[in-house]
């Protein structure tokens, strides 16, 4: 049963059955409000459904484990909660961000430009109206989040309040860090990467989880901080990862394409060390490729390679590795057993060195 | 005690001083993450302030109270908490719309736009972050309103764990509500204005505060039914005195326009009741001036006289004395005090016969 739960492939199977039974229900009850409201909640159940490792429900499901707790409906609905305000955020995100396509298929808002384009005249009502649904679908996830925690089995009522409050609170940091990470683009003193990183990053999709999987289980207070410090490595560390295979990835295997970070301009910590590290004339060469639309292959190959050429590329792979390293320290003093400390090893070696 | 706890005025008072120190906890932390984000809490923070008779405290207060709640922090925090979602409803509820004003001052979108203005080029643009940044107002509020829910005093977990189940309930309704409301001005075959008053006002303004207040004091189930047929139809009562103000209301009393309701050709049930009683030439002239950008005053007369002269205004003068009625019937079935059963009658009173 342990290795079980603790198999990723297992994870992520039962949290899709959990979260299609909670969809179902969801689905029925709009339904009879009006089927029109039910294509609602279908809409957002193709985004579940289409998306994702479960990389949230996992680290829930571990650090629960590992702190001893061991009824799987616990871990599975406070893992199914993680995850739908996970797809709530990317929902508001792409609102943010413009974008109509996610995992590969429409979003919220791209599904809705489709249904409404008979119907609505300009393109820009079409938008205005499809980014209107996504809206309210983000709302009725994150609610629907709380509705999970809020009705999570088999735990002491103090417990599953405590790790409502950590939910909270992961919430609190990641809108935060979205208003920052967005306004950096144009702010007068933005903050660094690596601030944004902590709490766009590291606080809803590795502190929450870790840490409402181990309050569930009971876990001591001294331990919940060193899970919080692992969980801002790991998460900077995740962040980082993603920067580097943003622009060096392989377009395969990423499925995504390298020319994004670069054309838009994204100033991640690869690109601050960059200007950091640099001479004027590099520096002078980048500015006039980084946030172009229309970059040609050429300019982002040179963009890219001024990256590498001046050890931004390095810096940001060190990093990483330091931060990996500061992890498994901190993972090595945890009071729980030692199969689980490979676990949660094994969870930092993946996000520090993963390709896609 | 009891008395000073029932007067509006005094839960209004005291709502105000909750709320002020929660937007203090949290502008503090927020500003530690950095001060730009703490700007987004104060923003939002200016909104509550502005607004509000606090009508859903109140029910809040008014429910547990009646049902034997005898402890002033539970009904404090829960009226808090159904406060910040209505107010996040409105932030969101606002970008749907594409107002920039709310309560007689620029709303989040609004005061973003003037912050971002200077920094960003086209006005698409700033108006895009603008209500980027009221887009991540709202998600917190909505998650401020859930921590404060969870975080209720005093209260046996499983009615607090109850009351937060409605409170996900109304959360529900309303989006619903409001994606079907959107949807109305062009949706082939829309709801009747009369179920989408009760999914997007009944649910959340009456049945929600109600039930989550009587359930915190531990009201029985066949008294929770009885609040929430109270709700009902207190709740479209509300909406359709809102549209017979919005159209023949005193513009010095309520301080909105008379010709919006018109110009924006929203179908109220009054609209409904008059295209079914109204002989087809009136119809089409009506169609004429109905949902007209730049409608003229006598284009407005026009309409409003329409609207009278077939009776339409005066069937649904007709079904907010029933519903009223109906109301009041219900109360007096309640297994609460007398004096309480007043304060419901005076709510449901205040409700009908409002000016403003």
């Known amino acids: ?30 339904d009879r409000v009006s089927v029109r409201y039910g294509d609602l909640w279908r809409s957002a159940r193709r985004l579940v459904d289409q998306g994702g490792k479960r990389l949230r429900p996992y680290l829930v499901h571990a650090a629960y484990r590992a702190f001893g707790g061991d009824d799987p409906d616990t871990a599975l609905q406070a893992g199914g909660a993680v995850e739908l305000l996970h797809v709530a955020l990317l929902i508001h995100d792409d609102i943010i961000d413009r974008d109509t396509r996610r995992y590969g298929i429409k979003n919220v808002t791209g599904q809705y430009m489709e249904a409404y384009a008979p119907r609505l005249g300009s393109p ?89 999987g181990a309050t569930l289980a009971g876990a001591a207070a001294d331990q919940l901080e060193k899970l919080q410090e692992i969980a801002s490595n790991l998460g900077i560390a995740y962040q980082l990862r993603d920067d580097v295979l943003g622009i060096f990835g392989d377009t395969a295997v990423t499925g995504k394409t390298t020319v994004g970070d670069i054309r838009e301009g994204k100033r991640t910590f690869m690109v601050e060390e960059f200007y950091a590290r640099a001479a004027a004339r590099d520096r002078q060469a980048f500015d006039r490729v980084f946030g172009v639309q229309g970059l040609s292959a050429g300019q982002y190959h040179q963009a890219a390679g001024l990256i590498e050429s001046c050890g931004a590329r ?42 896609k």
């Open 1 to 30: 049963m342990k290795d079980t739960l603790l198999d990723a492939a297992s994870v992520k199977a039962e949290t899709d059955r959990f979260l299609a039974g909670i969809f179902e229900e969801r689905i029925d009850q709009a």
């Open 124 to 212: 820009d009502e079409v938008r205005h109206y499809a980014n209107s649904a996504a809206l309210m679908a983000g709302d009725l996830l994150i609610s629907e989040a709380y509705r999970l925690m809020n009705g999570i089995p088999d735990v002491p009522p103090a417990r599953r309040q405590k790790a409502i409050d950590f939910f909270a609170e992961s919430v609190f940091l990641v809108c935060g860090g979205e208003l920052l990470d967005t306004e950096s683009a144009f702010a007068a003193e933005p903050l660094s990467a690596l601030q944004i990183a902590e709490c766009k990053t590291a606080s809803y999709s590795f502190a929450g989880p870790l840490l409402i």
């Open 314 to 355: 390095a810096a940001c792979e060190e990093r990483i590795q330091q931060l990996g390293q500061r992890a498994h320290e901190l993972i090595d003093k945890l009071a729980i057993d030692g199969a689980y400390k490979q676990v949660f090893d094994d969870i930092v070696r993946r996000t520090a060195t993963r390709v």
